[in-house]
C-alpha cells in the first residue's frame, strides 16, 4: 500500500464520526438565562478592604430632564451620541460601599431600601449585623433607604455618623424620610465637619451643593489612597466629564457644579482611584483630565486593583 493510500483511508477514517455527528438530528439548544450582571467588586486599598455592592439598577426615561438641563437638546443629543449613549435613556445605579479597616466595618450608605441592601451584602458575604458603622454621605432617599427595617434598624449593632451640615438641614425640613429612616438614629449618631475622620484612615470632605451638606470620603491606608466620592457626579459623561451642566438633583447648582470641578480636580491629580455612587457599576475608576469639550474623563477601572 502506497503512502498516498494509507493517507487517504486515515483520512476517510477520521472524517467518518464527524459525518455521523453532522447527519444527527440537532438536539435541543440550552435554555436562554436572561440579562444577568455582578452583584460586588472587592479589592485592597493598602491594607483596607473595599467592597461596592450594587444595591439596585433602574431605567429612566428622558435623560435630559435629569442631565445637561442647561444646555440645548441639540448639544445634548450630539454629546450622548458620540458617547455612545442613548438620549431617550439612562440607566441608574445605586452601589453601597464597604471599607473594611481590620477592626471596623464600615458602610457608605444604605441604598433604596432594606431588602436590596440586605441581599447585596449577604451576596458579598456580609450580614447586616457585621456593620460597625454607616456613613451617611448626604440624606436622599436612594442613600438612607435601607437605614430602617420593619420599623427596627437594618444594622442591629452599628453606630453611625453624617456630616454636620447634613443633619441640621434636614432635622429642621419636615422631611418623611428623615424622620422615618434617620431620626431614630440620632442618639447613636456622630456629627462630622471637613476633615473630620470617621476612624482612623477616613476622612470626610465637604463637597456641599448636591446637598446643603453633602461630603465625600478619602480612605488612606499603608501608603494607598481611594476617595469616595458619593453624588458629587451622577453620570460620568452628562454629570462627571461637563461640571457645569445642571443636574435636576443638585439642590444648590452652582455650588454643586464648584465642587465637581474642585475634587474632581484633586482626583485628576493625585492619580487616585475613586468610586461614585451612580457611576456605572462596579462604580470604581479614575479621573483624569478631559479633552475638547470635556473638562475630566472617567476611566473604569481596568484590573489596575487585583494585585
Known sequence: MTDLTRRTLLASAAAAPLAGLAAAPAGAGAPMKGASFARHRRFMIGDFEVTTILGGTVP?????????????????????EANFLSAEQVQFFFTPTLVNTGSELVLFDTGLNAEA???????????????????????????????????????????YATGQME??????????????????VAEMTTFLG???DVVTGITGMAAFGHTPGHMVYRIESAGKGLAIFADLANHP???????????????????????????????????????????PFPAVGYVAEGSGDAEFRWVPEAGQLMG
Open 117 to 159: 441592601t440586605v441581599g447585596a451584602l449577604q451576596g458579598a458575604g456580609y450580614e447586616a449585623d457585621q456593620v460597625d458603622i454607616v456613613v451617611l454621605t448626604h440624606m436622599h432617599g436612594d442613600h438612607i433607604g435601607g437605614m430602617m427595617n420593619e420599623g427596627a434598624p437594618t444594622f442591629a449593632n452599628a453606630r
Open 60 to 80: 429612566r426615561e428622558d435623560p435630559q430632564s435629569i442631565f445637561g438641563m442647561n444646555i440645548s437638546e441639540d448639544e445634548f443629543g450630539a454629546v450622548s
Open 237 to 279: 459623561v452628562w454629570s462627571l466629564a461637563r461640571p457645569d451642566w445642571e443636574v435636576r438633583f443638585d439642590m444648590d447648582k452652582e455650588a454643586a457644579a464648584a465642587a465637581r470641578r474642585n475634587v474632581l480636580g484633586m482626583l485628576a491629580a493625585d492619580r487616585i482611584p475613586a468610586i461614585g455612587y451612580h457611576m
Open 194 to 196: 471637613d476633615g473630620d
Open 167 to 184: 443633619w441640621d438641614h434636614w432635622s429642621g425640613a419636615e422631611n418623611e424620610g428623615f424622620e422615618k429612616n434617620v431620626r431614630p
